[in-house]
Structure formats: structure tokens, C-alpha cells
């Protein structure tokens, strides 16, 4: 496997875990959605995925 494409998966999988880290107290969808500093963390994780994404096709 290309190192490009071992660091995207690397990014991927960093990014997944800081979701689940930013989300763990985050019981309701409701608390999400009121919650703008988690959604952009969110958000921010789900660019990062989608670039990497792009990176490995």
C-alpha cells in the first residue's frame, strides 16, 4: 500500500476517534444541535474524512 494512501487512512481513522471523543457526553440530538463549538468540531472531522477520501480515489 502507497504512503499516501496509509496517511489518508491514518487521517481517517484520527478524525472517526475525535469524533467519538467530542460526542461521548452528548446524549440527545438535542444537546447536539445546541452545542455549535461540538458541531463545528464535528463538521470540521467530516471535511477532514471526505479529504482524505478524495486523496486515496
Avoid: W
Avoid at 487512512?9 to 457526553?25: G, V
Amino acid at each position: 500500500m502507497k504512503d499516501e494512501i496509509k496517511k489518508s487512512l491514518l487521517d481517517i481513522k484520527i478524525s472517526i476517534e475525535s469524533i467519538f471523543e467530542y460526542i461521548q457526553d452528548v446524549d440527545t440530538l438535542e444537546k447536539y444541535q445546541n452545542n455549535k463549538l461540538i458541531r463545528r468540531a464535528v463538521e470540521r472531522e467530516i471535511e477532514i474524512i471526505g479529504e482524505a477520501t478524495n486523496r486515496i480515489f
